[in-house]
């Protein structure tokens, strides 16, 4: 059952409003019934979707389109030529389209659709449906469609499918005909290449009919399946269809954005019920060189959440499922496919999808690195948690996050980064679009974390979950948030490492004496992406003070408050368009034993060698009025 907040939600979004939605900003909203009879002797399946429409936008609708995913799994398809075709093609895919049998292929066919009983004009273009409807579905309106239609699962090739390297029958990911996703950018029916998604919020209610012999998973709380809400098959649905047996197993996901499901007849089934009602689940055969991980996995994911909910945002659903299936790691609302060999890294990056995609729900194909990366940056935050915790292997870190900092500036230097504007789909290699998805998103945090300082950037995250889940939040609408929690201008910051690949190089050009009482520093700015810096400046005494050098766009600058014990200093602004900055310390220099920009090694600097300055051992008696002190 879920919460009345989430409720409340609801009912709002039920009459085309969202809360804390913003005037200019509507969304979609869809009701899914899906009466699925699956055949697995065929491997495929007959459906009929009822789909309620919510028209929340002020434009009358006179065409729609579905995503046809399972169509990307034949030879020729854009999917196919396009890995045949690329320098770095995705390994689980490479040339394997190509060589399907027609009985391994994937598809749907659509055989009838209506709009509010009359029939709609469509068309089949490989991975969308492009339906002209009878007539337009007006402003702040709903229309019902009724979708009969017939599928193949193919051979597991890429999240979706049937018998995966694992050996689990069915991974039922980009399954269904799904609508797409209208916004104020208009509509989003891109084809089926690579990747990503983008879904409408709202209900689904699926009923499917399989084989007895099977167990299954999905995003959502089973409706017949026991107390808890989800068991090992439902009870009271058997129904006889043939000469076979067959049980109707009934899910349902409120307020959503997808329903992925799972099932296979060796499925081991546990379950974790934590302190606050979400009910934690584990599907996976019991194999002895997988059964540690899995047996382990409830009890540090259930620490995982509790971490998660007071440092992220809090997961408003009652249901969690880990699902053994897929090719790797992928995630869907409420559940997530994960492989039968995965460790509990990978367990933990796809959980943490639940709030990156699955609850915030951004367009992952203009911004996969607000999805990835960010979930990057949780990861390496849980993972130290459980270190220090002793539930995961290895050494806590001061910094976990300097392995993403040192990938990034590796895999600029080899000249191979694009800027991560680009669709998902059309970025030139693979290993451009995963290191900027992955790792450049990744390090946007990091960044942020060194420009507003970490006590303000923490509470920012948390300010941008709370304000922004289920609204499709954009890359403004991210920077906004951290702007109003930091007091901080931060457009600059967006189009330099969104729409560019310039990168960041300060050094310490010079620190001489200036006068009897008095030292001068100057820095320059090598590379192109300007920044704000930290300076340390240690002493004879090891004493230490902080000084913070805003940039001038920023129309502000950083409090110390991340600066516990140690003196901080705001300097006057380096304006970007100048390549040094001078500025003079009011100690003698005979004192100062060190300089060094960025002692946290957060900034993303290109050269470190050029980051400090100390005292050689030569010339500190030089003045005779010195050796007085």
Same mark, same amino acid.
């Given at each position: 059952?879920?919460?009345?907040?989430?409720?409340?939600?609801?009912?709002?979004?039920?009459?085309?409003?969202?809360?804390?939605? /913003?005037?200019?900003?509507?969304?979609?909203?869809?009701?899914?019934?899906?009466?699925?009879?699956?055949?697995?002797?065929?491997?495929?399946?007959?459906?009929?979707?009822?789909?309620? @429409? @919510?028209?929340?936008?002020?434009?009358?609708?006179?065409?729609?389109?579905?995503?046809?995913?399972?169509?990307?799994?034949?030879?020729?398809?854009?999917?196919?030529?396009?890995?045949?075709?690329?320098?770095?093609?995705?390994?689980?895919?490479?040339?394997?389209?190509?060589?399907?049998?027609?009985?391994?292929?994937?598809?749907?066919?659509?055989?009838?659709?209506?709009?509010?009983?009359?029939?709609?004009?469509?068309?089949?273009?490989?991975?969308?449906?492009?339906?002209?409807?009878?007539?337009?579905?007006?402003?702040?309106?709903?229309? %019902?469609?009724?979708?009969?239609?017939?599928? /193949?699962?193919?051979?597991?090739?890429?999240?979706?499918?049937?018998?995966?390297?694992?050996?689990?029958?069915?991974?039922?990911?980009?399954?269904?005909?799904?609508?797409?996703?209208?916004?104020?950018?208009?509509?989003?029916?891109?084809?089926?290449?690579?990747?990503?998604?983008?879904?409408?919020?709202?209900?689904?209610?699926?009923?499917?009919?399989?084989?007895?012999?099977?167990?299954?998973?999905?995003?959502?709380?089973?409706? +017949?399946?026991?107390?808890?809400?989800?068991?090992?098959?439902?009870?009271?649905?058997? $129904?006889?269809?043939?000469?076979?047996?067959?049980? %109707?197993?009934?899910?349902?996901?409120?307020?959503?954005?997808?329903?992925?499901?799972?099932?296979?007849?060796?499925?081991?089934?546990?379950?974790?019920?934590?302190?606050?009602?979400?009910?934690?689940?584990?599907?996976?055969?019991?194999?002895?060189?997988?059964?540690?991980?899995?047996?382990?996995?409830?009890?540090?994911?259930?620490?995982?959440?509790?971490?998660?909910?007071?440092?992220?945002?809090?997961?408003?659903?009652?249901?969690?499922?880990?699902? #053994?299936?897929?090719?790797?790691?992928?995630?869907?609302?409420?559940?997530?496919?994960?492989?039968? *060999?995965?460790?509990?890294?990978?367990?933990?990056?796809?959980?943490?999808?639940?709030?990156?995609?699955?609850?915030?729900? %951004?367009?992952?194909?203009?911004?996969?690195?607000?999805?990835?990366?960010?979930?990057?940056?949780?990861?390496?935050?849980? #993972?130290?948690?459980?270190?220090?915790?002793?539930?995961?292997?290895?050494?806590?870190?001061? +910094?976990?996050?300097?392995?993403?900092?040192?990938?990034?500036? /590796?895999?600029?230097?080899?000249?191979?980064? #694009?800027?991560?504007?680009?669709?998902?789909?059309?970025?030139?290699? +693979?290993?451009?679009?995963? $290191?900027?998805?992955?790792?450049?998103?990744? $390090?946007?945090?990091?960044?942020?974390?060194?420009?507003?300082?970490?006590?303000?950037?923490?509470?920012?995250?948390?300010?941008?979950?709370?304000?922004?889940?289920?609204?499709?939040?954009?890359?403004?609408?991210?920077?906004?948030?951290?702007?109003?929690?930091?007091?901080?201008?931060?457009?600059?910051?967006?189009?330099?490492?969104?729409?560019?690949?310039?990168?960041?190089?300060?050094?310490?050009?010079?620190?001489?004496?200036?006068?009897?009482?008095?030292? *001068?520093?100057?820095?320059?700015?090598?590379?192109?992406?300007?920044?704000?810096?930290?300076?340390?400046?240690?002493?004879?005494?090891?004493?230490?003070?902080?000084?913070?050098?805003?940039?001038?766009?920023?129309?502000?600058?950083?409090?110390?408050?991340?600066?516990?014990?140690?003196?901080?200093?705001?300097?006057?602004?380096?304006?970007?368009?100048?390549?040094?900055?001078?500025?003079?310390?009011?100690?003698?220099?005979?004192?100062?034993?060190?300089?060094?920009?960025?002692?946290?090694?957060?900034?993303?600097?290109?050269?470190?060698?050029?980051?400090?300055?100390?005292?050689?051992?030569?010339?500190?008696?030089?003045?005779?009025?010195?050796?007085?002190?």
């Amino acid at each position: 059952m879920q919460s009345k907040p989430v409720i409340f939600f609801l009912l709002f979004i039920a009459f085309g409003k969202t809360l804390h939605a /913003q005037p200019d900003r509507w969304q979609q909203r869809v009701e899914y019934q899906m009466e699925i009879d699956f055949d697995a002797k065929k491997h495929q399946f007959t459906g009929t979707q009822t789909l309620k @429409y @919510y028209n929340n936008s002020p434009d009358a609708l006179n065409r729609v389109f579905y995503h046809l995913y399972f169509n990307a799994f034949q030879p020729g398809s854009n999917m196919d030529v396009r890995s045949q075709n690329q320098p770095d093609p995705d390994p689980r895919v490479r040339d394997r389209i190509s060589k399907l049998k027609p009985e391994e292929m994937g598809w749907h066919k659509v055989t009838s659709l209506t709009m509010n009983g009359k029939p709609c004009k469509y068309e089949v273009n490989e991975t969308i449906l492009e339906v002209d409807l009878p007539e337009a579905i007006q402003p702040n309106s709903t229309a %019902t469609l009724v979708m009969e239609f017939q599928s /193949q699962v193919p051979i597991q090739i890429r999240r979706s499918g049937r018998n995966s390297r694992d050996g689990i029958d069915y991974s039922m990911s980009q399954w269904y005909p799904k609508m797409c996703e209208y916004d104020d950018q208009g509509w989003h029916s891109d084809p089926y290449v690579a990747r990503e998604f983008y879904g409408v919020w709202g209900d689904f209610d699926v009923n499917i009919s399989i084989d007895k012999k099977y167990i299954l998973g999905a995003s959502g709380i089973l409706q +017949n399946g026991g107390n808890i809400g989800y068991g090992y098959e439902p009870k009271g649905t058997a $129904v006889r269809w043939g000469k076979e047996d067959k049980l %109707t197993w009934h899910w349902r996901a409120e307020n959503v954005h997808d329903f992925a499901w799972t099932a296979d007849p060796d499925y081991k089934h546990i379950t974790l019920e934590r302190k606050d009602g979400l009910t934690l689940h584990f599907l996976y055969q019991d194999k002895e060189e997988t059964r540690k991980t899995w047996e382990a996995a409830p009890k540090q994911m259930d620490k995982v959440f509790d971490f998660v909910n007071k440092n992220f945002g809090q997961y408003p659903y009652k249901s969690y499922a880990f699902l #053994e299936g897929g090719d790797g790691g992928m995630e869907y609302p409420m559940a997530t496919l994960v492989a039968g *060999k995965a460790g509990i890294g990978t367990f933990i990056h796809e959980s943490l999808h639940a709030w990156y995609y699955g609850l915030l729900g %951004t367009n992952e194909s203009l911004y996969a690195w607000m999805d990835e990366g960010f979930t990057e940056y949780a990861t390496s935050e849980v #993972e130290n948690f459980l270190k220090k915790e002793g539930l995961m292997g290895g050494t806590p870190d001061e +910094n976990p996050h300097l392995d993403a900092n040192a990938s990034m500036i /590796q895999f600029n230097k080899s000249g191979r980064e #694009e800027p991560l504007s680009i669709h998902a789909d059309h970025f030139t290699n +693979n290993a451009s679009y995963s $290191v900027g998805a992955y790792v450049k998103g990744h $390090v946007i945090l990091t960044q942020l974390q060194y420009i507003m300082g970490k006590p303000v950037f923490d509470k920012a995250m948390l300010r941008y979950f709370d304000t922004w889940k289920f609204r499709h939040p954009n890359a403004n609408d991210f920077i906004r948030i951290m702007e109003k929690e930091s007091g901080l201008e931060l457009d600059w910051f967006k189009e330099y490492f969104v729409f560019t690949t310039k990168t960041i190089d300060y050094g310490i050009k010079t620190v001489e004496k200036a006068s009897r009482k008095e030292t *001068k520093v100057v820095l320059e700015r090598i590379g192109l992406t300007p920044m704000p810096l930290d300076i340390t400046v240690t002493y004879r005494d090891s004493k230490k003070r902080i000084y913070h050098l805003p940039l001038d766009l920023m129309r502000g600058a950083k409090k110390g408050t991340e600066f516990t014990g140690d003196k901080f200093t705001v300097l006057p602004d380096w304006r970007w368009t100048h390549p040094t900055y001078e500025f003079t310390l009011d100690e003698k220099f005979r004192r100062i034993e060190k300089v060094e920009i960025d002692v946290s090694q957060r900034l993303l600097d290109w050269d470190r060698g050029n980051n400090v300055w100390k005292k050689d051992g030569n010339g500190e008696d030089e003045d005779e009025d010195e050796k007085e002190d």
